[in-house]
């Protein structure tokens, strides 16, 4: 920053008055008038110079937790030292997705200070740098500089309840659609044993093959292949609070087969994302699951792209989640392979609560949580 910047208008107005002053007193020959102009200068570019110096602050940020479920509640922590600068008051805003918090001064013997972040917006929000203000003592000078790091808070959509999901057709859980009459569960993998691991699944060919321990990563061909759909077209939808909520109903359905060991293929109409997420009968979360939920934080609604292909071949339950402006007739194509069909209309003025479309069910709700309570409605 220049010095004319660092300069404040009290400080302006005084170099301006000072210069005036010692100006006339040296032409009119008033010694003490140059003298008060002279000091009222000097005065200033003390302070311009004092704020220019580089502030010696070390910050600490802790943010908890990072990940977090919208409206739930968050919060950071500022510690802050260093020295304290002759003639100069430092102040600390911490900046929270561009808007800063109440400042603190930096006080040698060190300061903090706690503060809630607001959770209301799902997304990626930017916690820091921090706003260092330091002012003069007469407030004739005043810089502003960042410092610290900058954390990122991820804020996962609301979790809404919901109940189950359609029974699966009975088929190999590898190779396709052939259908099993036989019960048992087929191996899709295998995985190095972790604390928790039931030890009746240890694979004991591979385990003496390899010198570690493995274990199998089994599917049940009973269980539903899914599929979750989210149209992430703007124009299906009359606002953006609308693909809010359209975007929690997704976000429920996909934790619901997660959390059964449900095989689960996510993605979005303009296929942008796209995310398979395996099935377990053991119940164990896989990692594709965390990126999705992590994923589900950052998705916004663009432009329309096209319709995402959807793959028919041994697709139990197919859930489409969009809004009242789009064309249902080529949604309910684009899932009508699939042996249970649901198109998860988020409509703020539904005219029906529910219906039929091209051998899909179409449910209409104005929100989340009520289009959850038909979808329970419907679900045995």
Not at 214 to 240: F, I, K, N, T, W
């Amino acid at each position: 920053m220049t010095p004319w910047r660092a300069t404040a208008p009290r400080g302006r107005w005084m170099l301006g008055t000072g210069l005036l002053l010692a100006a006339s007193g040296a032409l009119l020959r008033y010694p003490v008038v140059a003298a008060l102009g002279a000091f009222l200068v000097v005065l200033v570019v003390v302070e311009v110079v004092a704020v220019l110096r580089r502030p010696d602050v070390v910050v600490h940020r802790t943010v908890d937790p990072l990940v977090v479920v919208r409206q739930d509640p968050c919060s950071g922590h500022l510690r802050l030292a260093g020295r304290r600068a002759a003639l100069v008051r430092t102040l600390a805003q911490d900046s929270v997705d561009g808007r800063l918090t109440a400042p603190v001064e930096v006080d040698p013997r060190g300061a903090e200070t706690t503060y809630d972040i607001a959770t209301n917006r799902r997304g990626v929000v930017d916690v820091g740098p921090l706003r260092l203000r330091r002012v003069s003592l007469f407030g004739l000078a005043a810089t502003t500089t960042d410092a610290g790091d900058v954390v990122r808070l991820r804020v996962l959509p609301r979790r809404i309840p919901l109940g189950s999901l359609p029974a699966g057709h009975r088929r190999a859980a590898v190779g396709g659609g052939d259908s099993l009459e036989l019960g048992g569960t087929d191996l899709v993998g295998l995985h190095e044993y972790a604390v928790g691991d039931d030890l009746r699944r240890l694979h004991w060919a591979t385990s003496a093959r390899t010198g570690t321990l493995m274990v199998r990563e089994d599917a049940d061909p009973a269980q539903p292949h899914v599929c979750v759909l989210l149209d992430d077209r703007q124009e299906s939808y009359a606002g953006e609070d609308d693909f809010e909520e359209a975007l929690e109903l997704a976000a429920a359905l996909c934790r619901v087969a997660v959390e059964s060991g449900d095989p689960l293929w996510f993605a979005t109409s303009s296929g942008r994302h796209d995310v398979t997420v395996p099935g377990s009968t053991t119940r164990q979360v896989p990692r594709e699951a965390h990126e999705l939920e992590l994923l589900l934080a950052e998705i916004d609604a663009g432009p329309d792209r096209g319709l995402q292909h959807v793959h028919h071949r041994g697709l139990d339950v197919a859930a489409v989640v969009t809004g009242s402006a789009a064309d249902l007739g080529v949604l309910a194509l684009a899932v009508g392979g699939a042996l249970d069909a649901t198109l998860c209309v988020v409509d703020p003025q539904p005219a029906t609560p529910s219906g039929v479309l091209g051998g899909a069910t179409v449910l209409r709700a104005p929100g989340s949580r009520a289009l959850a309570r038909l979808w329970d409605g419907r679900t045995p």
